[in-house]
């Protein structure tokens, strides 16, 4: 079962554009985290925000979290082709495993 | 060099055939787990293990196996009882439970 859902499924923007992804979840959760993966790689982690957190910050990196909503957005700011990969939301819920989204795709055109 | 790998890279299965998956960390971290990933989608959880000597079922266990004798080690093997085994299999491993997962590089499971 998928905790988390992104949206859009797939993003293309140009260069410089800001991207903003969505990721909602079911159940009450500890942490919601953001991963990249690049294909045909494996996962990277990018940001973790806490449950009592509403916004965090990472660099060209800005994640928001609505707890009474059960969504988060992370937007990448000033994009690059290098940022081209899916990302995928985890939510850890309350104990349990950490369960992943179905991943948004972005495309980054030079 | 400290981190998570995955062995082999590549690998294909004949029809009846197992196959293990080996996946390697030396983070000394106790959690561990399996995901299987098909094209275009996220990540279904098969196998985890919280310490040593102990795993659990994920969502999709079926066809699969996995033992964990050391801490460092967590192999994956995909049985003749999975029908359906082609897919990207990403190992990973956190400090605790709910924690930052770290990923191998996963590997990439054909059916001749």
């Known amino acids: 079962s998928q905790q988390g859902e992104e949206d859009p499924q797939a993003l293309s923007i140009q260069e410089g554009e800001n991207a903003t992804m969505n990721c909602s979840y079911k159940?009450?959760?500890?942490?919601l985290q953001w991963y990249r993966q690049n294909s045909g790689r494996g996962l990277v982690h990018l940001i973790l925000i806490r449950s009592n957190e509403r916004e965090k910050h990472s660099g060209r990196l800005r994640v928001t979290l609505d707890t009474s909503k059960k969504s988060s957005s992370l937007l990448i700011t000033a994009s690059r082709a290098a940022d081209t990969a899916s990302y995928f939301c985890?939510?850890?819920?309350?104990?349990?495993?950490?369960?992943f989204g179905g991943g948004t795709r972005l495309m980054v055109k030079p | 060099d400290g981190g998570i790998t995955q062995s082999p890279k590549y690998l294909f299965r004949k029809e009846g055939q197992n196959v293990t998956l080996s996946c390697e960390q030396n983070?000394?971290?106790?959690?561990m787990y399996w995901y299987r990933q098909d094209p275009g989608q996220g990540l279904r959880l098969i196998y985890y293990s919280q310490i040593v000597n102990d795993f659990q079922k994920g969502d999709i266990a079926e066809g699969y196996s996995v033992s964990r004798e050391k801490k460092e080690s967590f192999p994956l093997t995909v049985t003749s009882a999975q029908k359906n085994p082609t897919a990207f299999y990403l190992c990973a491993s956190s400090t605790d439970w709910g924690g930052t997962q770290y990923f191998g590089p996963g590997t990439r499971l054909l059916v001749l």
């Open positions: 159940t009450s959760i500890n942490n």
């Open positions: 983070l000394n971290h106790d959690a």
């Open positions: 985890a939510s850890d819920n309350a104990g349990n495993m950490l369960t």
